[in-house]
């Protein structure tokens, strides 16, 4: 009997498509679910005829697949990798390889990395992006940890993984330990970001310029075929365009609460780490949080009292202006992302291709969009680039945006609108274009009160200064410490 070219334990959403998707490129794959009758209707239902191999014990999993094994999990992120991690070591021999497959936080990974390598196996943590579409048809697929077990697993994750329009894979190595399931947690972040800032366009239209559903529908139809075109854009307009059988619209009976699986907190939280302003998706992250205080909410509404101002004014052009608005936010929080991804490769010492994780992005995830392949071209341009907003193309794009960008939240204040994500964009944006900012003060009210020293625009940098700033706290200073 042939043996699999892989094996998959975890037969939920994802990895039920994804098995799906092995199979149908060529692969024979051996599958596992600690419910072991899943295994059974898997085999009996949507596996049926097909080259599977179906196992009922890990010892029989392991036994039924290729040397070097390839043993991939897509379980629940936490214990339950660890645990499986246990159960498999036993029935694999060295250069076997484990692959993590779930939203795993990237510090895990790193130290999974280390210990499946003490047992002389490898280990993959590798982000999964696309949801159940992708998974079927072809996610964007973004793997890290031992180098060694990349070319054993390259022929299978670029043949199902999707493709650009020019044929090239949506996957490729990222680099050492955690940092394939960083590069997945940063896409997280940016799409909490996408996301929201989508969500506070769509508010200014309906409660500020008062257009309908179908209004709505119309400006996102147009808004995909311009540079905005994505897969969160096409799949808002659709949302805004879908009525039941009866007419109504199932957007306007959805609560106004949203989840979150906690990979956009993991984003603004290594942030904070790494002391990156990654101010944009921090406030989609808290944007989520205050949606979440619903009961809390309407209570508030009936004391809390905004302006009262209606919307006066030309809607077309105010349309133009959220175009544009939402163009330089989204530009912002790449920007952002890739300062964040720059920084940890510093601190984790990984050797990270930005324009090849842009090429990553460009299909099969969640975040896909036309946007990424100008990214991969400024990393063609300058692999050194500090910072996205600095390279000629989207520095040109965010002038070209700017006033109708400015426009967008000065009416959103008006109207008191709230927009956390696009105004914290254009706060960056003017914070990151000021040669000086006032942290010359707030270095001297720490000095005043802690005595944290400063440093002296008229001496060389790393030389510090301490100033008795009452008269009676003497000479002493206290130790310098930045984040």
Known sequence: MKKADIGLIGLAVMGENLVLNMESKGFTVAVFNRTVEKVDAFIAGRGAGKKFIGAHSIKEFCASLERPRKVMMLVKAGKAVDDFIELVIPFLEPGDIIIDGGNSHFPDTIRRTKYVESKG?????????????????????????????????????????????????????????????????????????????????????????????????????EWNETELDSYLIEITRDILGYKTEAGEAVLDKILDTAGQKGTGKWTAVAALDEGQPLTLIGEAVFARCLSAIKDERVEASKTLKGPGVKFKGDKAAMIEDLKQALYASKLVSYAQGYQLMRAAAKT???????????????????????????????????????????????????????????????????????????????????????????????????????????????KPRGEFFHTNWTGRGGDTAASTYIV
């Not at 180098?147 to 050492?176: H, L, N, R, S, Y």
Request: glycine share 12%.
């Open 121 to 221: 196996l490898l280990f993959i943590g590798t982000g999964v992006s696309g949801g159940e579409e992708g998974a079927l048809l072809g996610p964007s697929i973004m793997p890290g940890g031992s180098p060694a077990a990349w070319p054993a697993v390259k022929p299978i994750f670029q043949k199902i993984c999707a493709q650009t329009d020019a044929g090239e894979p949506c996957c490729e190595w990222v680099g050492e330990n955690g940092a394939g399931h960083f590069v997945k947690m940063v896409h997280n972040g940016i799409e909490y970001g996408d996301m929201q800032m989508i969500c506070e366009t769509y508010q200014m239209m309906k409660e500020g310029l008062g257009l309908s559903n179908e209004e709505m529908h119309k400006v996102f139809t």
């Open 348 to 458: 984790y010492g990984w050797n990270l291709n930005n324009g090849g994780i842009a090429l990553m992005w460009r299909g099969g995830c969640i975040i896909r969009s036309v946007f990424l392949g100008k990214i991969k071209e400024a990393f063609d341009r300058n692999p050194n680039l500090n910072n996205l907003l600095l390279d000629p193309f989207f520095s040109g794009k965010v002038q070209n945006a700017q006033a109708g960008w400015r426009r967008v939240i000065c009416k959103s204040i008006e109207l008191g609108i709230p927009m956390p994500a696009i105004s914290a964009a254009l706060s960056y944006y003017d914070g990151y274009r000021a040669a000086r900012l006032p942290a010359n003060l707030l270095q001297a009210q720490r000095d005043y009160f802690g005595a944290h020293t400063y440093e002296r625009i008229d």
